[in-house]
């Protein structure tokens, strides 16, 4: 809109321009001058076009269009835990070099593949990780999350084969969401991971095969004691390789992957941004000896109806252009 209003103004000013011009020399070319005008005037609408084509947007894969894996459930105040088993025969990931087909989403904020939706988090690195997820866990934010009748929440799926898989936790709560007392179901969080199949750009960051984007929305956050949760975020292959958050968020590897309230405002929780996990090689097997993580960035999102009128008004001035040079 903008760009339209904008287009409005600037031909009214070649108008003027234009009239009084070939007033003022009508034995001389208006041509030049017209042309002149008319490149400055088209690169301020041009810039302004460019600056209003694109909007800023939390989860790396916007979650249209996708498959509902999981939705509201139980009376307000329920713990109904959840998992849903997800096969994907032609899917081509790897998880610490080893091949999946399928895996468990639980409604507790990650995917594993040991069918647990236990919502007791804990640090990557302890035992009590080590034993309840055997074949591994991949988790943007393991907590208790609960979905609540009468809200728009649900766990998604969406997957372009061949490219990626995304998994959205969309609009979820969580349990200890509770200040003075009272459980605040108002709060909303959502975050997603995105699984590569291959080394792809997408939205300008250059992706490798295998590599895994956590990516989150900001709770809505009303009051200060909203959010107290523990959280544990990273991935582990069920053993004793693990790999949590970036040195510069709280809840690095010092920590295990485990965070509080505090680690949660220093998620990759700025716009377009995203935590990068990408597996590493050994140089000599080409085994997969781990991940390491990093805060990274995609570029906005094209707004669809700006480029239409941008495009518009591009083509509406060049034609313009043209129709006044051979007038």
């Known amino acids: 809109m903008?760009?339209?209003l904008l287009m409005k103004f600037t031909n009214?000013?070649?108008?003027?321009?234009?009239?009084?011009?070939?007033?003022?020399?009508p034995a001389r070319p208006f041509f030049p001058h017209f042309v002149f005008r008319f490149t400055i005037a088209f690169v301020v609408v041009f810039t302004n076009c460019i600056a209003s084509l694109s909007k800023?947007?939390?989860l790396v894969v916007p979650p249209s269009n996708a498959t509902v894996l999981m939705s509201e459930e139980g009376p307000p105040n329920s713990n109904v835990d959840q998992i849903v088993l997800v096969q994907k025969p032609g899917f081509s990931g790897k998880f610490y070099g080893q091949s999946r087909t399928s895996f468990n989403v639980s409604?507790?904020?990650n995917i594993n593949f040991?069918?647990?939706?236990?919502?007791?988090s804990d640090r990557l690195d302890s035992p009590a990780t080590q034993n309840q997820f055997p074949g591994g866990l991949i988790a943007p934010l393991w907590d208790d999350v609960l979905l609540v009748t009468g809200n728009t929440n649900a766990v998604l799926e969406h997957s372009v084969p061949g490219d990626f898989l995304a998994v959205t936790w969309k609009n979820v709560r969580l349990a200890f969401d509770s200040p003075r007392g009272t459980q605040a179901f108002e709060t909303q969080r959502s975050m997603q991971v995105v699984w590569f199949e291959r080394d792809m750009k997408y939205r300008g960051f250059d992706f490798l095969k295998d590599d895994l984007a956590f990516s989150y929305v900001p709770y809505q956050d009303t009051d200060p004691k909203f959010g107290e949760i523990a959280a544990t975020v990273g991935v582990a292959d069920g053993g004793?390789?693990?790999t949590a958050l970036p040195p510069n968020v709280i809840g690095g590897d010092d920590t295990g992957g485990f965070i509080d309230n505090s680690g949660t405002n220093r998620l990759a929780l700025s716009q377009n941004s995203f935590l990068l996990f990408r597996p590493q090689y050994d140089p000599f097997t080409n085994n997969v000896t781990g991940y390491v993580s990093s805060l990274e960035f995609v570029t906005a999102i094209p707004e669809p109806n700006a480029i239409l009128l941008c495009?518009?008004?591009m083509i509406t001035m060049l034609s313009v252009k043209v129709a006044r040079?051979?007038?």
């Open 114 to 120: 040991a069918n647990n939706p236990n919502f007791f």
């Open 240 to 242: 004793s390789r693990y």
């Open 107 to 109: 409604e507790n904020g």
């Open 325 to 327: 040079r051979f007038a």
């Open 2 to 4: 903008d760009c339209l």
């Open 311 to 313: 495009g518009f008004t």
């Open 12 to 25: 009214s000013l070649f108008e003027v321009q234009f009239r009084g011009t070939q007033s003022c020399h």
């Open 56 to 58: 800023a947007d939390f």
